[in-house]
């Protein structure tokens, strides 16, 4: 196996979140694409076309967030049983990651030490994705 990269399906505001993300990960999106971009689009409604069909975002030189808008015909359910982790290699890097990304969302446990982590938190963004931030300096 390659890697596992985590894919996110949004409702029409993928292209915001990516945004979002590339500012809190200082990262520049290198490849984005419309459903008006597909070649045989005859069966995607004409609403939808400016919708987003697939975006790349490298996060680190291991992982890329990947992402999609659904159509108006299909269903996204959201779900609270999948978490992207982040495992951190630095306080600094922790505190600038949590302090961006959780802003205008839900905090669950805020950033800090537990028995298992120097710092941890878990949160939901303002686009309704779930996080956990980790940082460990040494297997515990």
């Known amino acids: ?16 979140a990516f945004t979002f993300y590339s500012e809190v990960f200082d990262a520049k999106i290198p490849f984005i694409s419309r459903y008006k971009d597909i070649p045989d689009n005859k069966e995607i409604p004409e ?9 790349i975002l490298p996060v680190s030189k291991q992982v890329s ?4 808008d659904s159509t108006s015909d299909m269903k996204n359910v959201k779900g609270d049983n999948t978490y992207l982790t982040l495992n951190v290699e630095n306080e600094a890097e922790a505190r600038r990651i949590y302090e961006r ?5 839900t905090v669950i ?6 028995f298992w982590a120097e710092l941890y938190a878990m949160f939901t963004d303002k686009f309704g994705i ?6 460990v300096t040494e297997k515990k």
Do not use: Q, R
């Open 1 to 16: 196996m390659k890697n596992v990269e985590p894919y996110l399906i949004f409702d029409g505001n993928c292209e915001e």
């Open 47 to 55: 609403s939808d076309m400016n919708k987003i069909v697939h975006v």
């Open 65 to 68: 967030l990947m992402g999609a």
């Open 101 to 105: 990304l959780s802003k205008g969302g």
């Open 109 to 114: 446990m805020p950033l800090e030490k537990t």
């Open 130 to 135: 779930h996080w956990m931030i980790n940082y």
